[in-house]
């Protein structure tokens, strides 16, 4: 997942939020057959990997990476 559908960048200003970061990764599960396990691990599996998390007003996520656009998503 992480070579299919992220982009390392160093850019610490922008957040993407766990939610989202979920929903991709439990989407690429379901098409490549794997077992999609809890937001929760998916938090501990980004983090023990060097991924920086960070807390926005609004949201929990992530920074210094960003999703790839897929087929079908949004630009």
Known sequence: WVRDRIIVDDDETDVVSSTELFENWREWCGENGEYARSAKALVR?????????????????????????????PP
């Open 45 to 73: 599996v980004l983090k023990e990997r060097g991924f920086r998390q960070k807390r926005t007003a609004t949201a929990r996520g992530f920074t210094g990476i960003r999703l790839r656009q897929t087929f079908g998503s």
